[in-house]
């Protein structure tokens, strides 16, 4: 049997932890991959680019998932940055401009039309029953802004050339990158 001293410090001890988790707030999670995010400064694609990004998406993608949450944002970005330095990347965000560049270029190639694509899906927006006038408004206006992004992000010729000679390998990171978040 414990002595009732030490019971009541223990109970208090765990409810000053249990506040001091409650109160701290949580570091905004990294993502190694944002589906459908446009590169923040396109890059110009190389062979060379191609084979870094393929070389080292799995080492800089698990470091990204290691750091998650811990400590703070300065620390995590200077380990991210030494993990990109080791493939060649200058940083952590040159890595994910290359990433975002890479597969904007990917889904170009794939998706040649987009305007197709968007004219379809607001050809199909006036039939749906369940929303309102504002809503069926709001979401052309929304695809039609999209589309604007999509068209101004129009890779090069000299990217889509060196992105299409590796479209088979491209592929399962292209899946990544254009999968719903879940």
Same mark, same amino acid.
């Given at each position: ?35 459908? #995010?446009? !590169? ?7 062979? %060379?680019? $191609?084979?870094?990004?393929?070389? @080292?998406? /799995?080492? &800089? ?31 952590f965000s040159d890595w ?30 006036? #039939?749906? !029953? ?7 408004? %709001?979401? $052309?206006?929304?695809?039609?802004? @999209?589309? /604007?992004? &999509? ?32």
């Amino acid at each position: 049997m414990k002595p009732p001293g030490l019971v009541a410090a223990c109970c208090v001890f765990a409810l000053a932890y249990a506040g001091t988790i409650a109160t701290q707030t949580t570091p905004t999670p990294i993502q190694a991959v944002q589906t459908f #995010s446009l !590169p923040e400064q396109p890059v110009s694609l190389t062979e %060379d680019t $191609i084979k870094r990004f393929l070389f @080292g998406f /799995a080492p &800089v993608a698990a470091t990204v998932r290691e750091v998650d949450g811990r400590g703070e944002a300065a620390e995590r970005t200077v380990v991210l940055d030494v993990k990109a330095a080791e493939y060649g990347f200058a940083s952590f965000s040159d890595w994910v401009n290359t990433t975002n560049t890479i597969m904007v270029t990917y889904h170009w190639a794939t998706n040649p039309d987009p305007r197709a694509e968007v004219d379809k899906a607001i050809a199909a927006i006036p #039939s749906m !029953p369940n929303l309102s006038d504002q809503e069926k408004a %709001d979401m $052309i206006a929304g695809l039609k802004a @999209g589309l /604007a992004k &999509v068209e101004n992000a129009k890779p090069t010729p000299e990217n889509m050339a060196i992105v299409q000679k590796h479209l088979r390998t491209l592929k399962p990171f292209y899946e990544l990158w254009a999968a719903p978040p879940g």
